[in-house]
C-alpha cells in the first residue's frame, strides 16, 4: 500500500526558508518521479516541481525558479522540497505526489498517489 507522509510545514515571515519532506512508504520512493504541488485557500491546485528517476527536475510553474529545489534524500524513501525568499503567495497545502513511473507527469493534477498535505502559510 502506497502512502506518502509530508512535514515541514508551519508559518514563516517573507524572505524566510522551510525545507519540506515527503517520506513514502509501500513502494521504493527514490526509484520514480516524485512531484510537490501545492494548493492555495480558494484556488486550484498547482503543480510546484518535479524530480524524475533520473534527477531531473520539471518546474510546473516559473514562479518559484531560483527559489525552490527537488532534491532526495540519501534513504530510499525521502524526497524534499527546499523552499527560499518565501513570499506570501507561496502560502498553500504542500502535497508530495507520485505515480510510481520514472517521468514526471506532464499534468499535475493526474498524479496517482497524494499525501495529506502540510500547511505553509508566509507572512508579510
Known amino acids: 500500500q502506497v502512502q506518502l507522509v509530508e512535514s515541514g510545514g508551519g508559518s514563516v515571515q517573507a524572505g524566510g526558508s522551510r525545507r519540506l519532506s515527503c517520506v513514502g512508504s509501500?513502494?521504493?520512493?527514490?526509484?520514480?518521479?516524485m512531484a510537490w504541488v501545492r494548493q492555495a485557500p480558494g484556488k486550484e491546485r498547482e503543480g510546484v516541481l518535479c524530480i524524475d528517476s533520473g534527477g531531473r527536475t520539471t518546474y510546473y510553474t516559473d514562479s518559484v525558479k531560483g527559489r525552490f529545489t527537488i532534491s532526495r534524500g540519501n534513504a530510499e524513501r525521502t524526497v524534499y522540497l527546499q523552499m527560499n525568499s518565501l513570499k506570501p503567495e507561496d502560502t498553500a497545502v504542500y502535497y508530495c505526489?507520485?505515480?510510481?513511473?520514472?517521468?514526471?507527469?506532464?499534468?499535475?493534477?493526474?498524479?496517482?498517489?497524494w499525501g495529506q498535505g502540510t500547511q505553509v502559510t508566509v507572512s508579510s
Open positions: 509501500g513502494f521504493m520512493l527514490n526509484s520514480y518521479a
Open positions: 505526489a507520485t505515480d510510481r513511473t520514472f517521468s514526471c507527469n506532464s499534468d499535475y493534477d493526474q498524479y496517482t498517489y
